[in-house]
Every structure is written in structure tokens, then in C-alpha cells.
């Protein structure tokens, strides 16, 4: 082996460019070095970008006041009905077939929106029941519309019991997150941590701080900004989502494009050639 080693020195001391090589191969190890004590320090700064909820340790008022969802145009609900006699009650919980359809004079609109998967609320914020006619439903909680329905059947029921839930309930998140889409609500709350974690969570190049939330209120568009970061979010109240709403990321100005990344990518394989090659010429040398 040594006896090798010398006579590949001999060869490389003919071989006049091979310092020159030698330099370069230095350089560019030293280049390399630099590069990654560089980029130790942004990843501590990316690091505390990354983070959310800094300082929920001292957030005081632990009270949780959830919203209570509102009942909107399009929503789609499903209505049971229980009394004391099964049935009395049967031809107000007859399966529902065929499809729906928008609000039209005399109310037909609303009779075939109430048809299909659930009672749709059309487009003047009512709904048809069985035997009761148009009901009022744009505004009211799931509750309050249990309940009017409950007052409206006394006079057909003994003891009715009314629930109301929502049939197509959902969100979309859009933007820097893993799995990107809509997502179905559950029939309690969701709030928007809840929302990103069923989106696969943020993605390392999103904005944390500057989170859009569109949502429809009263007939128009609204547009507020979360900052995710501060524990305040709690506090917010578009901290729990509504049905329709839709939480876009942005994503960070040092999100590389697809030419960055081919970039990079043949940057970290050049660099690992260079470290090889230059182990290389170490042992051979030596």
C-alpha cells in the first residue's frame, strides 16, 4: 500500500495542474463549510418563525366562549322528529327522495329544496316542513329552529322532540398547508387549529402571521387576518370557524420556485461530488 501511495505521488508531482485542482477543491470545501455555518444560523430564525401560540403561558381568561353556528342560505339540515306515539310521527320523518331545487313563488321552490338528503334552505333563508309550511330557518341556531318546529307540531304531537343537525357543513383550506381541500365539519365546534391539523398542518415555507379567513356574514364577504403566532388568537372571534368559510396560507417570500429547487438540488449534489473528490485526493496524497 505504501509502496502504491508513492508512486501515485510521483505521478502527481509530473502532473502540474494538479495543485491547481487542489486549490480549487479547497476552496470550494471551505465555501461549503461556510455555507453550512450560514445556514445553522437562518435555521434558528426560521425556527422561531415556525413557532405558534408564543407566550400562552401568561394568556389569562381561560373561559372558553364557543359561537354557536347560524343557519345560512344553501345549508342543508337534517330535521328528526320524536314523540310519544310512533305514528303520529312517522309522516313528519318520511324519507326524503329526488333533488332539490332554488325558491320560487307560492313556496314550490322551498317544498323541492326540502327534498333530496336533508331540507335545503333556499334562497330567502327558508325551509318547507311537512303539514307546517314555510319556516324561517336564515339566522337561527340549530337550537332555536329545533325549538320553533317543536312549538309548530304541538298541536299535531304529544311531547314532540325535535333535532336539527347539519347535513353539509364544511370548510376549505387552501394555500401552504400538506393536504390542501375541503374539509366535512363535524357537527360541534372546529376551530382553525383544528381545521390545519385536518389539512396535515403548515408547511415548512407558510406564513403563520398573517392567515386569511374569508367568511360570509349577513349576505356579505368578510376578510380578517390571524396571526398564529400570538396566544391572543384564543381571543378571536373568528377563532372557531363557521360552515362555507375558507382559511387560505400564504406562503413565505423564501419559498423557492421549481427552477430554485432544481437549483438547489444540483447544488447539494455538486457539493457532495466535491466532498468525495476531495477525500479522494486526501487518502491518495497523504
Keep these: ?86 305514528e303520529a ?9 329526488g333533488g332539490g331545487g332554488g325558491a320560487s313563488g307560492g313556496g314550490g321552490g322551498a317544498i323541492m329544496a326540502s327534498m333530496g338528503r336533508g331540507y335545503q334552505v333556499d334562497k330567502r333563508g327558508e325551509i318547507y316542513f311537512h303539514n307546517i309550511g314555510l319556516i324561517k330557518a336564515e339566522g337561527l341556531s340549530k337550537l332555536q329552529l329545533a325549538e320553533t318546529i317543536k312549538e309548530k307540531l304541538m298541536k299535531y304531537l304529544q311531547s314532540p322532540y325535535v333535532t336539527v343537525r347539519f347535513t353539509n357543513a364544511r370548510i376549505s383550506v387552501l394555500g401552504e398547508v400538506t393536504k390542501p381541500g375541503i374539509i366535512e365539519m363535524p357537527d360541534q365546534k372546529m376551530s382553525i387549529l383544528d381545521a390545519i391539523g385536518f389539512a396535515g398542518d403548515l408547511t415548512p415555507f407558510s406564513r403563520r402571521d398573517n392567515i386569511l379567513l374569508v367568511r360570509e356574514e349577513n349576505g356579505k364577504r368578510v376578510y380578517t387576518r390571524i396571526d398564529l403566532q400570538k396566544a391572543e388568537v384564543y381571543k378571536s372571534p373568528y377563532f372557531y370557524l363557521q360552515q362555507n368559510d375558507l382559511v387560505y396560507v400564504e406562503p413565505t417570500r423564501k419559498k423557492p420556485t421549481g427552477s430554485e429547487q432544481v437549483l438547489m438540488r444540483n447544488i447539494a449534489i455538486g457539493t457532495s461530488i466535491i466532498s468525495v473528490v476531495t477525500l479522494l485526493v486526501t487518502l491518495i496524497t497523504r
Design 1 to 86: 500500500m505504501w509502496v502504491w501511495q508513492t508512486k501515485m505521488k510521483k505521478h502527481f508531482s509530473y502532473f502540474q495542474p494538479y495543485s491547481m485542482l487542489k486549490k480549487l477543491i479547497q476552496g470550494a470545501a471551505f465555501l461549503t463549510a461556510l455555507f453550512l455555518l450560514v445556514g445553522c444560523g437562518a435555521s434558528k430564525k426560521n425556527h422561531e418563525q415556525r413557532l405558534i401560540l408564543q407566550g400562552i403561558d401568561s394568556l389569562k381568561d381561560p373561559l372558553v366562549d364557543v359561537p354557536e353556528m347560524k343557519i345560512q342560505q344553501g345549508d342543508l339540515l337534517t330535521i328528526l322528529v320524536y314523540s310519544d306515539s310512533k
Design 89 to 97: 310521527t312517522e309522516i313528519f320523518n318520511q324519507p326524503q327522495q
